[in-house]
């Protein structure tokens, strides 16, 4: 069971709230991975960071936007990037 206790910090002028209960998002990339190995049936992949990397930051980054209300400025903020290498990787993506 986790716990959802919540110890508020703050970062830069927006609230970051820190829980304890982190695995969920842990959960689901591992539970993912099992079933794409399952789907291989024996056939070594490719690419399998670049893969993971791709199906993770795409919809990070539009959740991000989503959240700042398309304020690049502080998604990367939020992000702990640069805002050079948020518009670099919006790009890659084909995110607006």
Same mark, same amino acid.
């Given at each position: 069971?986790? /716990?959802?206790?919540? =110890?508020? =910090?703050? /970062? !830069? /002028?927006?609230?970051?709230?820190?829980?304890?209960?982190?695995?969920?998002?842990?959960?689901?990339?591992?539970?993912? #991975?099992?079933?794409?190995?399952? *789907?291989?049936?024996?056939?070594?992949?490719?690419? #399998?960071? %670049?893969?993971?990397?791709? %199906?993770?930051? *795409?919809?990070?980054?539009?959740?991000?936007? !989503?959240?700042? !209300?398309?304020? %690049? =400025?502080?998604?990367?903020?939020? #992000? !702990?990037? =640069?805002? /050079?290498?948020?518009?670099?990787?919006?790009? *890659?993506?084909?995110?607006?």
């Amino acid at each position: 069971m986790h /716990s959802t206790h919540a =110890s508020p =910090s703050i /970062s !830069g /002028s927006y609230a970051v709230v820190k829980t304890q209960k982190t695995e969920p998002l842990r959960e689901a990339v591992r539970d993912a #991975l099992d079933r794409y190995f399952e *789907q291989l049936d024996g056939t070594a992949p490719n690419d #399998l960071y %670049q893969l993971v990397m791709q %199906q993770v930051e *795409q919809p990070l980054f539009e959740a991000i936007l !989503g959240f700042t !209300g398309g304020n %690049q =400025s502080k998604a990367a903020t939020l #992000l !702990g990037i =640069s805002r /050079s290498t948020l518009r670099k990787k919006l790009a *890659q993506y084909e995110i607006e």
